[in-house]
């Protein structure tokens, strides 16, 4: 019997999610603002005592570094932007998704994103899927079908993971 589309895309989705969740339970503050190089994006409170993520346009080459903590950012950002363009009206400008303070409340955050994902993801039918009208007003997905989006997410959620486990092991064995 065939898997729906929809079906493997939420798979993939769970199987990224998991390996985010492996990494989550061992982290808190400490790693999560520990900065493994010297040049390194990182969240940090500003005069405001909100929470911003480093960030450049256009990007240095090379790419700094990265904490934790901005890669927890950088998730809920494209995250945040995703559902909003895909299944909302619209989405926050990047300066206006601030890191929530914690890992904790990251986590709360993160967690929050994936389930409104997940939930939007499963009534989908391949029409939906194929439809480029729900991708139109997103930054880095104009003209790529909802179902290219939604295969994005998955790939850029386990790049992701695969940072904060490289950072989260480099704390380990350096502290």
Not at 17 to 28: M, S, V
Not at 130 to 135: F, G, I, K, L, Q
Not at 151 to 164: D, P, Q
Request: glycine share 6%; net charge negative.
């Amino acid at each position: 019997m065939p898997v729906a589309r929809v079906d493997l895309l939420t798979r993939q989705l769970d199987i990224a999610w998991a390996l985010l969740e492996y990494h989550l339970a061992d982290l808190d503050d400490t790693v999560c603002h520990w900065e493994p190089a010297p040049v390194c994006w990182a969240v940090r409170p500003d005069e405001h005592g909100r929470w911003v993520a480093d960030w450049a346009v256009p990007e240095p080459d090379p790419v700094p570094a990265v904490s934790v903590g901005w890669v927890t950012w950088h998730i809920g950002y494209w995250w945040t932007t995703t559902l909003g363009h895909c299944f909302g009206s619209g989405a926050p400008e990047r300066e206006e998704i601030t890191w929530p303070g914690s890992m904790a409340a990251a986590t709360d955050w993160l967690r929050g994103l994936r389930d409104d994902w997940r939930a939007n993801l499963l009534p989908l039918t391949d029409a939906d899927l194929d439809s480029v009208e729900r991708t139109a007003g997103l930054p880095w997905g104009e003209k790529l079908t909802l179902a290219d989006v939604a295969g994005w997410v998955n790939i850029e959620l386990t790049k992701n993971v695969a940072e904060i486990g490289l950072v989260r092991n480099l704390y380990r064995v350096q502290h």
